[in-house]
């Protein structure tokens, strides 16, 4: 536990702000009861409004907000809830606080570090503008402080993910024999790219029958805008911490010993295939990723002749590594982060972005299961989604609006890093090494979206031809200036340099057509 900008600790009526992602029911805070201290959860519209949110995020995490605050109160804590809809609620963090300590005469204001800058400048100045004494605790969640990335790094010109997880993994003692990985080694990355097989029927995916139609009627009765489709009386996503380990559990026994093989599978009408959905219940910190990691240990340990260790560190490696990583990398680099544009893109989102009416099989697919379960697997984000906005030049703020609301995990710190990082490299590299990017020829090997798509994979130029084949030729040559220098990327220009002229003009005027009707693809 940390304490920090502690001004008074002689308060005898505390007020401690939960926020809707903090539902660590194992932080310090709630060990005992205490009746000097009364906690404060909020419903309010400056949350609900900073991004057009999947109505099953917002549903999805006022229901846990509001079970969390019963369980707050069935172990003899005092809470304060307000809903979204209730007449003394002044509709943002700072404005109810204020009141409160106005209203009840708390001497003593205290709160978590949050995971997100805006929030965090809020709360900072929101302690700077009350009269009475504040202090704010960490959020015991992450295995890492909001500095260790930047210590870590400290004098280094690029950072590593891979460097940063081992570092992890010989701190916390995971999966070490000694100052050694077991079995000698740390990367299973080459032996985790498998397609499904084509009659493999994936495990159907462990689902949550919540109904949580309350909490939609009181949103349906504002003018929140939101996006995508719920069915509130069988909600899928859990809302509890219970939940969030029966989900876990579930992971462990049914999905763990193939979540590495099928990783960056992709197939139609699969929402979920072999990978955990634990991001909602851990970025909301129901579950944490200490838990989550020892509990596989222990599956595999049960296991062993079930689970292959590669499953299993390809798995732990996503979460004490690149989870960590990320938030690292926020930490380090925001407010700047958020207005970085390295390949100065400014074109405008498609609209079939937010109704999945596209004739591109890929991204219909991976657009409609995103608005129907407000979910879509990392690949489907990098691979289809992502890859098509960057090779299309899309702005990245279009493209931040666009990850920050429709995914029922996103909270900044880990939608921007993957999204403007990761997937856009609007960061110029800080995150990657190079742009992910890909023709058809990458989505058809991961994937059985091609068989059945309106275009044709193999084709390049005219009629039919798959949009991705010259998007990503015409990628390459518009940002020349930035990449050629790159040595992991300067292979693609020499193949580029190879090409016939003609083949070369055809593919970049076939780009420019399909850019200039890209609502009509
Ligand atoms: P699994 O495949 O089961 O992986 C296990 C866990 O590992 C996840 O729950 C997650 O906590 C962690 N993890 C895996 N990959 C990453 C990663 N790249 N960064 C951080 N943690 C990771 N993740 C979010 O939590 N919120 C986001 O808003 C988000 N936006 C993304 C946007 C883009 C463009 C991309 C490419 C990735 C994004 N990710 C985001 C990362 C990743 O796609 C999701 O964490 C993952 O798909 C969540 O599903 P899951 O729980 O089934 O993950
Ligand atoms: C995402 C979200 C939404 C939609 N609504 C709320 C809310 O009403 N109250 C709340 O405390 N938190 C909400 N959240 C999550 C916050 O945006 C999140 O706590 C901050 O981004 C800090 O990480
Ligand atoms: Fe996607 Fe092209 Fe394959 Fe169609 S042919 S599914 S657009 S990659």
Known sequence: MINVEATDKMSNKTLRLVLGDQLNSNHSWFKAADDSVTYVMM????????????????VGIFSAM???SKTLELNKH???????????????FEKNIQSLIAKDNFTHFEYQLPDEFRVDVVLKELCKSIEISSSVIDSEHFFTSRNELEYFFEGKKTFVMENFYRMLRKKHDVLMEGNQPLTGKWNYDSENRKKLP???????????????????????????????????????WPINREQSLQLLDFFLAECLQLFGSFQDAMTPNEWSLYH??????????????????DKAIQEWNKRPNKIEYNQLERFVRQIIGWREYMRGIYWLKMPEYASMNFFNNQEKLPDWFWTGKTKMNCLKDAINQSLSFAYAHHIQRLMITGNFALLAGIHPDEIDAWYLGIYIDAIEWVEITNTRGMS???????????????????????????????????????????PFNSLYWNFYDKNRDELAINPRIGMM????????????????EQADYYLKKINEL
């Open 43 to 58: 419903e309010v519209r400056t949350e609900t409004d900073y991004a057009s949110h999947h109505i099953q995020k917002v």
């Open 66 to 68: 509001r079970n969390f």
């Open 78 to 92: 005092q809470v304060i809830y307000m809903h979204l809809n209730d007449e003394d609620n002044l509709q943002s």
């Open 198 to 236: 084509k009659n493999h029927k994936p495990t159907p995916p462990l689902v949550f029958n919540n109904n949580v139609l309350e909490v939609l009627e009181e949103i349906d009765k504002t003018d929140i805008k939101t996006i995508g489709n719920i069915d509130a009386v069988n909600f899928v």
């Open 276 to 293: 955990s959905r634990l991001s909602f219940s851990m970025n909301l910190k129901m579950i944490s990723p200490q838990e989550v990691i």
């Open 424 to 466: 856009q490299f609007a960061d110029g590299g800080i995150v990657g090494t190079k742009p992910y990017v890909s023709s058809a020829s990458y989505i058809d090997k991961m994937s059985n979206y091609c068989g059945s798509c309106f275009y044709k994979k193999e084709v390049k130029t005219g009629e039919k031809a798959c």
């Open 493 to 508: 220009y020499n193949v580029w340099r190879k090409m016939k002229p003609e083949a070369k003009v055809a593919l970049l």
